[in-house]
């Protein structure tokens, strides 16, 4: 069964770190670009990050430009997501999705291009 599980989410001040991990199991992520997306209550999903899948190329949007940091470790079958200087607007239910797409590239901004997703976790940022 191809699953992604997100984990790694809590509460934490502002200006405080979180490392999401998004752990792939029933398949390999070896070939999927990976996407991380987050939700806020009463708020669209947003895309907050992506990766190639041969970790090439990554994407961030503008608000966690310098903050947040993508990689993946295909050995272990898991990206992960560093988010440093967090702040209260980063709250919000992360969510790690998947797309086999082995050429050089991610959707940073098309939830419908992913095709697997994971339940999500909760970040929440105090002030």
């Known amino acids: 069964q191809v699953q992604l599980a997100e984990s790694g989410g809590g509460l934490v001040q502002a200006g405080g770190s979180l490392r999401l991990s998004c752990a792939a199991s029933?398949?390999?992520?070896?070939?999927?670009?990976i996407g991380w997306f987050r939700q806020a209550p009463g708020k669209a999903r947003e895309g907050v990050s992506c990766?190639?899948?041969?970790?090439?190329?990554?994407y961030y949007t503008d608000s966690v430009k310098g903050r947040f940091a993508i990689t993946r470790d295909n050995a272990k079958n898991t990206v992960y997501l560093q988010m440093n200087s967090l702040k209260p607007e980063d709250t919000a239910v992360y969510y790690c999705a998947a797309e086999r797409y082995s050429s050089n590239g991610c959707a940073l901004r098309i939830p419908s291009w992913y095709g697997h997703w994971g339940q999500g976790t909760q970040v929440t940022i105090s002030a």
């Open positions: 029933g398949f390999t992520l070896d070939g999927y670009a």
């Open positions: 990766i190639s899948s041969s970790g090439t190329f990554t």
